[in-house]
C-alpha cells in the first residue's frame, strides 16, 4: 500500500446516512489526483499537465454530488475547497442544519446516529433509511420506529413561533434524547 505522500486535504462531511470522510492527494510536481471517500479510492489521475482545476465525485447513499476546487494561490501554493450539492462545505453544512435533525445516542452498548429529513420525514439509522409510521396526534405528528428492539418516536409540534417553526423532538422509551450539534 502506497504511502499518502501527497495528501494536501482532509474534510469531514455529515450527511444523512453518515459522516463521511474525503481525503485529496495532490502531486504538485506530478500533477497526480487522488479523491478517496471513505479510505476508499473514487477517483485516480496520474499525470495531470495543469494543475488547477476540479474533480467532481459522488458521496453516501444518496449519491451526493461533490466538487474539491484546486486553485493557485501564489507560485507553487494551491488552496484546496470542497463543495457539496454547488455550495461550499460551511454553506451546505448551515442549510443542511435548518433541514435536518440529528441525534447521537447509546443503546445497549451500541452507538447510534439518528437523521430526520424535515423536508421528506425521512428517519435514517446509521446510514440505513427507516421503515417508518406517521400519525397525527392533539398537538402535531409523531413518526415511529425502531431501533435494534427500542421503539422510538420523533414527536413535530408547532413552537408557536413563525421564526422557530416545528419543533422535532426525539423520545426512545420515556427519555427525551438532546439534539447533536454536527
Same mark, same amino acid.
Given at each position: =500500500? ?5 495528501? @494536501? ?18 502531486? %504538485?510536481?506530478?500533477? $497526480? ?6 479510505? $476508499? ?10 494543475? @488547477? ?9 444518496? /449519491?451526493?454530488?461533490?466538487?474539491? /476546487?484546486?486553485?493557485? &494561490? ?6 484546496? *475547497?470542497?463543495? &457539496? /450539492?454547488?455550495?461550499?462545505?460551511? $454553506? ?6 435548518? %433541514?435536518?435533525?440529528?441525534? &447521537? ?14 423536508? %421528506?420525514?425521512?428517519?435514517?439509522? /446509521?446510514?440505513?433509511?427507516?421503515? %417508518?409510521?406517521?400519525?397525527? @396526534?392533539?398537538?402535531? *405528528?409523531? *413518526? ?9 418516536? &420523533? ?7 413563525? $421564526?422557530?417553526?416545528?419543533?422535532? *423532538? =426525539? ?12
Amino acid at each position: =500500500l502506497e504511502k499518502m505522500t501527497d495528501l @494536501v486535504a482532509v474534510w469531514e462531511v455529515a450527511l444523512s446516512d453518515g459522516v463521511h470522510k474525503i481525503e485529496f492527494e495532490h502531486g %504538485t510536481t506530478s500533477g $497526480k489526483r487522488v479523491v478517496y471517500v471513505d479510505g $476508499k479510492e473514487e477517483i485516480r489521475k496520474e499525470w495531470m499537465f495543469k494543475l @488547477v482545476g476540479k474533480e467532481t465525485f459522488p458521496v453516501g447513499a444518496a /449519491n451526493t454530488k461533490a466538487t474539491i /476546487n484546486i486553485d493557485a &494561490i501564489s507560485g507553487f501554493a494551491y488552496e484546496y *475547497t470542497l463543495e &457539496i /450539492n454547488g455550495k461550499s462545505l460551511k $454553506k451546505y453544512m448551515e442549510s443542511r442544519s435548518k %433541514t435536518t435533525n440529528t441525534w &447521537i445516542l447509546s443503546l445497549g452498548g451500541m452507538d447510534y446516529r439518528i437523521v430526520l429529513e424535515k423536508d %421528506t420525514m425521512d428517519v435514517w439509522c /446509521n446510514g440505513q433509511k427507516l421503515e %417508518t409510521a406517521g400519525e397525527f @396526534v392533539e398537538d402535531g *405528528t409523531e *413518526t415511529h420506529f425502531s431501533v435494534g428492539d427500542h421503539s422510538c418516536c &420523533i414527536k413535530a409540534v408547532s413552537s408557536g413561533k413563525r $421564526k422557530e417553526g416545528i419543533i422535532h *423532538t =426525539l423520545i426512545v422509551g420515556d427519555r427525551e434524547i438532546p439534539e447533536a450539534v454536527e
